[in-house]
């Protein structure tokens, strides 16, 4: 066996506290982290935990095991909080199907009778861009950092810089998959299912470059890709525990009669297929923007707090201000309004 210890020196580890014995409530609402007997604990202000199926706050008497981790990235502290959920599950017969992909992050098809399947389908075109954007920004400072000597202060202004965006790319790719998650649960609770399946796609990344069966920009996606965090956040949202189903040779499957010869009908003619396309964050794209832009500037009107100076009358010194701003140039106030 191809076995060695670890030999990486960890600087930082998680500080692990047990519900009892670890922390507690204090009676004036706050947290209190014990370090061992005789020692001074850590006292925080009470955290607002949320459940992650439900969405509303959950007390102290349903948490479990709390963690004090150091992001070194982010270069600060950071809580994590086990909750135990409070949704009930269903127990109805319905099976809800999820095909996972990098483009598409999720589709989720369940029958809502003999004759309708309803079929959501989570885009994740933004977290390709975000890794796309880590990639190429720590790639760019990493060439930056072998150029210089370690230990110098060139050196050392890149690597927290590299830091940095490491840091901001993981918190949004973190967050994006807490929202695949959410609309993906939304769909799983709203047809109360009790049995999810996904395809089974576990190891596609593995000996990828010996069997040539992708290239190297591809290679990259797979192995960066976070379809196991994404299925635990749906698992944790939903209270079920999902299950794993082999695609080999689901194509070329007949579902009627179970023969391998390409179907290209489906089991029902008849059958009505509703199908929902979801952004997992809710933005404009740049084409939007240009075809809405009087919707996007009344919203940006209406977020500010300043008042709109178009709406007030010139003040008596400026009329001469206004008279040259025929000329080319523009006025302090124009601007403001503009921004």
């Not at 349903?62 to 004090?68: D, I, K, S, Y």
Request: charged fraction near 30%; hydrophobic fraction near 30%.
């Amino acid at each position: 066996m191809k076995v060695r210890a670890p030999w990486r020196k960890k600087n930082y580890r998680p500080l692990s506290f047990s519900k009892g014995f670890g922390w507690r409530a204090t009676p004036d609402g706050k947290l209190n982290l014990s370090l061992g007997r005789g020692r001074l604990g850590i006292a925080l202000s009470m955290p607002k935990v949320l459940d992650s199926a439900t969405g509303e706050e959950a007390p102290p008497e349903l948490w479990g095991e709390v963690q004090l981790c150091w992001d070194q990235d982010n270069r600060r502290w950071s809580l994590r909080i086990s909750c135990k959920t409070t949704r009930e599950v269903a127990s109805g017969p319905g099976v809800g199907a999820v095909d996972e992909g990098i483009i598409n992050s999720m589709a989720l098809a369940t029958w809502v009778d003999e004759r309708t399947v309803d079929v959501s389908i989570i885009n994740g075109r933004e977290e390709r861009a975000g890794k796309c954007l880590r990639n190429k920004s720590t790639g760019a400072l990493q060439a930056k950092i072998d150029h210089t000597k370690n230990g110098s202060r060139r050196h050392r202004r890149l690597v927290r810089a590299n830091k940095r965006v490491k840091g901001k790319a993981r918190g949004l790719l973190r967050d994006f998959d807490h929202q695949v998650a959410r609309k993906a649960a939304e769909h799983v609770i709203s047809h109360e299912t009790s049995r999810l399946v996904y395809g089974d796609v576990r190891g596609i990344e593995q000996k990828t470059k010996k069997r040539r069966s992708a290239g190297c920009r591809q290679r990259q996606r797979l192995s960066q890709w976070s379809r196991g965090r994404q299925e635990r956040y749906v698992d944790e949202k939903t209270g079920l525990e999902g299950e794993h189903l082999g695609e080999d040779g689901s194509t070329k499957t007949c579902p009627a009669c179970g023969a391998r010869n390409r179907p290209y009908t489906p089991i029902g003619p008849d059958a009505v297929i509703r199908t929902t396309y979801l952004r997992a964050v809710e933005r404009w794209s740049p084409h939007q923007r240009s075809a809405h832009s009087k919707v996007q500037r009344r919203k940006a009107r209406a977020l500010s707090s300043a008042s709109n100076r178009a709406t007030l009358e010139p003040a008596p010194e400026r009329k001469a201000t206004e008279a040259k701003s025929s000329t080319g140039s523009q006025e302090p106030g124009q601007l403001a309004v503009v921004a």
